[in-house]
């Protein structure tokens, strides 16, 4: 039977409204800091606003420690800092997201670096780095837009100085077309996607992820991570389906791991649920098959090359209410529309045939990614702040 993933429907538009005036009324207050000097050591970081220590601001953060140690002030925003005390003792900062010590931290760090583009509140000041690395590659779903976040996005644009690409086709249709941002493109991949380029460091991620949850080694992992959906119910597919299907292919025994975007707070039951896991990408290390819709972890899990299926039973409603940068039937993922095409596409797959359409995929949307955007971006980064001297 199919399970149902309900987001709980909110009042948008008065939301919309409030955020903006309250954007406004903070962009004027905060200014009066202006008069504390920039620090060129100090760099800070949020991800997913406040809420994970994950994505691409991770890897970038995890690299400026190892390769540049002592040289910065890393300070990290986090809106439960109890949760994340443990980065003291790697020497990072935590500093709670709401508060004016942040707001302050922030309008004297040389560079601001996060995962959603939210710098509207704290407007950037001349001779800082405010860097949006977005948190998605490819060409998948368009980003949402209506006349009221349209509004708030476009004064987040204004104020990021920099922006991370993954691919040609991004900075063309998403970063230059949906966000119009005018300034500087990184074209250097996503620093969250360089653990996929080497071996030992996706192995070492898949032991902690099947520590943690008591799986063996000798079991398949398969990840159900959908993206979210705006104010509406989702079908999810038969688990049970899945689990035989995925036992014919690898002939073992399989496990299922599910994981909702992080807008979501439902549990999706018949499987573990590693919502809560800190970060994506140690899972989709850890995953033998990835399971999704229209998330662009589809980008990130073809760098793997194993096997991933779009469950799109909405597909239809999907491109008529949202829609894609690029056909979904161009991808090269299997599209399964039911739990039996779901079922027969993992039963007949063919790694051969996927892999070529997986390289196929990647030429066509000029990738940039090699394994070294942390490495690129770090540099930049250095050089931008004279290596951190004041």
């Not at 994950?54 to 890897?59: D, F, G, L, T």
């Not at 922006?163 to 063309?172: A, C, D, G, P």
């Not at 949850?213 to 688990?239: H, N, Q």
Request: hydrophobic share 35%; with cysteine.
């Amino acid at each position: 039977m199919k399970q149902k993933l309900t987001v709980k429907k909110g009042n948008w538009c008065i939301k919309e409204i409030a955020k903006y005036l309250l954007i406004r009324l903070s962009q004027a207050v905060i200014r009066i800091f202006y008069v504390i000097p920039i620090n060129k050591r100090r760099i800070v970081f949020h991800s997913y606003k406040g809420k994970q220590y994950s994505c691409n601001p991770r890897a970038v953060s995890e690299y400026l420690s190892e390769h540049y140690p002592g040289k910065y002030e890393i300070i990290w925003f986090f809106r439960n800092p109890r949760q994340f005390q443990y980065l003291k003792e790697k020497g990072i900062g935590v500093v709670p997201y709401v508060s004016l010590k942040r707001v302050i931290l922030e309008v004297t760090a040389a560079a601001s670096v996060n995962n959603m583009g939210s710098f509207n509140w704290i407007p950037r000041r001349k001779g800082q780095l405010h860097v949006n690395t977005w948190h998605g590659g490819g060409c998948y779903k368009k980003i949402y837009t209506d006349p009221l976040s349209g509004a708030v996005r476009r004064m987040t644009v204004k104020q990021t100085s920099h922006m991370i690409s993954s691919s040609q086709f991004f900075s063309e249709h998403v970063v230059r077309e949906e966000f119009q941002f005018k300034r500087k493109i990184l074209e250097i991949g996503m620093p969250r996607n360089d653990v996929f380029f080497y071996i030992n460091q996706m192995q070492e991620k898949n032991r902690t992820v099947r520590k943690r949850y008591g799986v063996s080694s000798e079991k398949t992992i398969i990840l159900y991570a959908p993206t979210w959906r705006f104010d509406k119910e989702m079908l999810c597919p038969d688990f049970n389906y899945i689990r035989e299907a995925a036992q014919k292919l690898f002939g073992k025994d399989v496990v299922l791991f599910s994981r909702v975007h992080y807008y979501l707070k439902h549990i999706i039951g018949d499987s573990i649920d590693t919502t809560d896991y800190p970060d994506m990408q140690d899972l989709l290390c850890a995953a033998d098959i990835l399971i999704t819709d229209y998330s662009s972890s589809i980008w990130d899990y073809s760098f793997t090359y194993r096997p991933c299926f779009l469950y799109a039973a909405d597909v239809d409603e999907y491109i008529e209410n949202r829609g894609f940068d690029k056909d979904i039937y161009t991808w090269g993922f299997p599209v399964c529309k039911s739990d039996k095409e779901l079922y027969d596409a993992i039963v007949n797959f063919d790694q051969e045939d996927f892999r070529e359409k997986m390289e196929k995929h990647h030429r066509e949307l000029g990738s940039f990614e090699n394994g070294r955007a942390a490495e690129e971006f770090c540099s930049f980064l250095n050089k931008y702040t004279g290596g951190g001297r004041q």
